[in-house]
């Protein structure tokens, strides 16, 4: 019996980092390090872009500077690199990503010292409709 690849990713369909089976490459390009994974927790297949072992990001002191972060507010825009701080949780994070939800909401993952990667919202502000 062939032993499958499971490794952890950010599933869009569920929105959550979820366990993923690696069911085989992309047939775009060979230089990428794009692979085809189910979720194992909604069942949906899609494309997902390996990182690099060298390109993951490290949170140090150095990369968090006490006076250049922003306090965490589902209010507010983040860009990505940008440190944060949840007050809640009491830890430091970087965003590595950004995403649009299907409501037309923003999202962001977060890389945090002590928690590890998180998905937040952003710019959770409703529009004002005109009477």
Known sequence: MAR???????????NAVTKMELSGDSTLNSSDNKKWA?????????????????????????????????TYSPQKTFGIGE???????????IVVSKNVLSNGKGSVLVKFQK???????E?????IEAR
Do not use: M, R
């Open 83 to 93: 440190a944060i701080y949840h007050e809640g949780w009491d830890d430091f994070g």
């Open 4 to 14: 499958t690849k499971n490794i952890e990713a950010h599933c869009s369909f569920c």
């Open 38 to 70: 189910k979720c194992k927790k909604c069942k949906q297949t899609s494309l997902i872009q390996l990182e690099e072992p060298g390109k993951e990001v490290k949170i140090t002191d150095e990369n968090i500077d006490s006076a250049d972060f922003s």
């Open 123 to 127: 710019t959770i502000k409703q529009p």
């Open 115 to 121: 928690l590890g990667q998180k998905q937040l919202l």
